[in-house]
């Protein structure tokens, strides 16, 4: 499989947002993380060995699907 064409974008609003990449196959398993400061923004995309991608803390993703902000942590 080729890695996607598209990508995500991910801005941090907060110190310590984590991205964590998870694994494709049989067993979903974390298998890259970063912490991102505030104001940092990471470029992401999908390949061979990512399937999803979990963002914890407050950012805005930016997709070509549109913008999404995660909710305030309680």
Not at 35 to 41: G, H, Q, S, V
Not at 63 to 73: A, R
């Amino acid at each position: 499989m080729e890695p996607s064409q598209d990508y995500i974008v991910i801005k941090a609003k907060d110190q310590g947002v984590q991205v964590i990449g998870l694994t494709r196959g049989n067993d979903t398993r974390f298998h890259h993380t970063e912490k991102l400061d505030k104001n940092e923004i990471m470029i992401c995309q999908f390949t061979d060995h990512t399937s999803a991608i979990k963002i914890r803390g407050k950012a805005i993703v930016m997709t070509k699907y549109g913008t999404m902000e995660t909710d305030e942590q309680h």
